[in-house]
């Protein structure tokens, strides 16, 4: 269970503080699948980052699994990150390294017995189709081959929790719906799914839509309900 309680973020630029989130408060039930909607600069990157504990609210509160992330220690966030799945929009993949070695790190950071790094890795290649590419850098591929990379990194860890963002903007609408669905058969095994999107068909394999406008919830519900009312 993800509780996020209230929060805020403010940055400061140097054009003066722009507010990304203003108010929000959501619960996120293990296994489910939430989509996060809504347009360019709405504060979905800033809300997965937070819920993530890549960054920090400047109020308000996140409790994972009933832990609370802002009175965690540096040392007690990178263990807690360990247990969460990242897919950056920008990918994030290191450029001097092989698909393969990407993955060795995300093992080797998350503490993965070494032994099974082999198996995991060769698994999460062919669950993405990039069995073929595991010995190229990510300079040496498509986008959409480096967003697979990108998800096969995440899932070879076999996190908790699974936050993505964007997962299918470089991938063809087959590519994408493989992605999401596979997200979903996760979620159906206990993963619990954070996904930005601006990608609609995502709202087919959600479980739930929050929808965001200018940092407000504008919207948090049930996938099946929201399609409904959109629809009508
Ligand atoms: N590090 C930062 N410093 C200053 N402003 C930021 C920073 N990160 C995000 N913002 C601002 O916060 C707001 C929300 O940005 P965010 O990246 O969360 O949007 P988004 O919904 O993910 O957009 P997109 O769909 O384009 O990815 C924007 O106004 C953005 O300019
Ligand atoms: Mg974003």
Redesign the pocket.
Known sequence: MIEINNIRKV?A?PDGD?V?LKNITLSIATGAMVALM??????????LNIIGAMDTPTSGTVTLDGMHVETMQPEERATFRKRIGFVF?RFALIETASAYENMEFALRISGIDRDDWHRRILHALDIVDMSDHAHHRPGELSGGQQQRIAVARAICIEPKILIVD?PTANLDSQRGAAVLGLFRSYAANGTTIVM?T?DPTSEKYATDICR?RAGDIELFGPASSTIEGNRI
């Open positions: 940055f630029t722009v990304a809504g347009p360019s600069g709405s504060g979905k990157t800033t809300l929009q964007e930005s601006h965001l």
